[in-house]
């Protein structure tokens, strides 16, 4: 099975993403944490995407597609994903399709998480995870940057009938009750 967890900055895409995996038992793939540990290990890559990660802004198309069609086509993926901040642009999303189409598989839902704008800040500001990009003045371009470049990717996937619309605010299990019945 194949998901998709979509959403503003602060929505609980990881949160949500946590216990997808452990009750689908597939793997979890975040764009995020990927480039968090590789700014961390001081890789290339890292050093190429830290300024763009601590302005808010989105890493090249290029780069975020090549790293993560690499990624699923290891074997540990073969049975399915929960992508999480991922796709981005329209432009990922046509490259991800691609991927699948290419590879006889397919998306299987795409769930979106939906959270009023006051909320996802208090929530990031208070989720004290001491990231770079945690700051009022990051949040404001990230949600930016979200409402811009992210949002169409919402409507790429509508006209293909696969999203699923989620009140993301609640508990934690009241908001996974909820996306394990629009997986249903
Ligand atoms: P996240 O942990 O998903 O909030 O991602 C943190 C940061 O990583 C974003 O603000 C971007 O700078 C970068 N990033 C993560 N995923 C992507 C993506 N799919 N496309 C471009 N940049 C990304």
Redesign the pocket.
Known sequence: MNIILFGP?GAGKGTQAEKLISRFNIPHL????I?RSNIKNQTPLGKKVKA??DD????PDET?VEIVTDELQKDEYQKGVVL??????VI?ATALDKFFSDNGSRIDAFVTLSVPEEELISRILSRGEGRS?DTPEKIKT?LQVYRNETEPVLNHYKKQNLVKVIDGVGSIDEIFDRILKALK
């Open positions: 900055p975040s764009t995020g944490n480039f763009i990660l808010g802004k989105l890493v975020v999480d901040g991922f796709p981005r642009t990922q990009d990230r």
